[in-house]
């Protein structure tokens, strides 16, 4: 792993006991000595702290931030109130998604969070279609971490008030114990909890003041993405991408009525009056054997109707569950349908999203 980037957080890792691997360019944990199955549940019932440094953190500055990141955006950027952050996607222009990112309004424009994979495609493409009058600002001086779980607020109370009080969504500057740091109040787990934008230098200290917490303990990649999947949240790669649109990923939420100026917005708004012909849904699988991402999805007779997109072991519900897009035509709740997994045919049953009721502080 020499050449893989490493966060600030790597030698704490290691002297952790993690299992490291390769993410995105990222030398990163996948878990750690309880293994992945112990960190979702625990995470799950009390509080679990995630390395997300690798993630891509940048600033768009400007008295028309908002208006010019609306213009890339299914919209919804300029009705955001100083603190407020929201979930949206920069759109492609063949119908696609670039990136889905987290956005906050800030006094001097925004704050923005991408994905590791795609902050430097992402960072050149909004440099390209910003004009003028906004100057892109990247942030690697940034490391960013996530506290997730039911006992998160809790732990939070006890370094700042301010962060604690703050509801789903909201976000504030703040110190805990001295170290400035920004934080928001979501996650991608489903769960209640924080995510917090801190130097390099002082994310170290924060992350062993957080892990001291009783409540808290370190979780890596594997539980990351099985929480996600269970929360029913989307992937970039694997339920988004250039070739997804974000109304067949579900994601119709995300766009503001009336809005149209955004790359792709005919190709995309167009799916909407025939109907889709493609959309993401839940399955839940029969027996013990998980169906992974690219597995055909088929009716009783055979035919192709889909692809799974994600895929695994749910420990919450103890089987084993996945995400799919496939035909809108086969996509009612309660379809049984056929997943192909290790050269057979497994049963699968249409379910709704999530699969793991959200626990936001609303």
């Not at 509080?47 to 990141?69: E, K, N, T, Y």
């Not at 009783?214 to 790669?237: H, K, M, Q």
């Amino acid at each position: 792993m020499s050449d893989l980037k490493q966060t600030p957080l790597f030698e704490l890792h290691r002297e952790l006991g993690a299992k490291m691997t390769a993410f995105a360019g990222y030398a990163m944990p996948l878990q750690y000595a309880g293994g992945i199955i112990r960190e979702h549940l625990h995470c799950r019932s009390r509080a679990g702290l995630f390395d997300i440094s690798h993630m891509g953190q940048c600033r768009i500055l400007g008295v028309g931030a908002a208006q010019a990141l609306e213009s890339l955006t299914p919209g919804g950027i300029v009705d955001l109130a100083q603190g407020a952050q929201k979930y949206t996607v920069l759109t492609h222009p063949d119908g696609g998604v670039v990136d889905d990112i987290m956005v906050i309004r800030v006094e001097q424009g925004l704050n923005l969070i991408v994905n590791a994979a795609c902050k430097d495609k992402d960072f050149a493409y909004l440099k390209r279609q910003l004009p003028d009058d906004c100057v892109l600002q990247t942030c690697p001086e940034l490391a960013l971490l996530a506290l997730q779980g039911p006992m998160a607020a809790e732990v939070m109370r006890r370094f700042s008030a301010d962060a604690a009080g703050l509801r789903f969504m909201q976000t504030c500057r703040t110190h805990i114990d001295g170290v400035e740091c920004w934080i928001g109040r979501g996650g991608y787990t489903g769960e209640d909890g924080f995510e917090i934008s801190v130097r390099n230098e002082n994310v170290e200290a924060v992350a062993r003041l957080l892990l001291a917490e009783t409540a808290v303990e370190p979780i890596g990649l594997g539980a990351r993405d099985s929480l996600r999947l269970e929360a029913g949240l989307c992937l970039y790669g694997h339920e988004l991408s250039e070739n997804i649109s974000p109304l067949r990923a579900g994601l119709k939420w995300l766009f503001k009525k009336g809005h149209t100026d955004f790359p792709g917005a005919e190709k995309i708004l167009a799916e909407l009056a025939p109907g889709l012909p493609m959309q993401r849904v839940g399955l839940l699988v029969e027996g013990r054997i998980p169906v992974r991402d690219g597995s055909t999805i088929s009716d009783a007779a055979g035919r192709p109707v889909g692809t799974v997109t994600s895929g695994g072991y749910a420990p919450s519900l103890r089987r084993p569950v996945a995400m799919a897009l496939i035909q809108s035509a086969h996509a009612a709740v309660g379809t049984p349908l056929l997943a192909s997994a290790r050269d057979r045919q497994i049963a699968v049953t249409v379910c709704r999203l999530p699969f793991v009721p959200h626990q936001y502080h609303r």
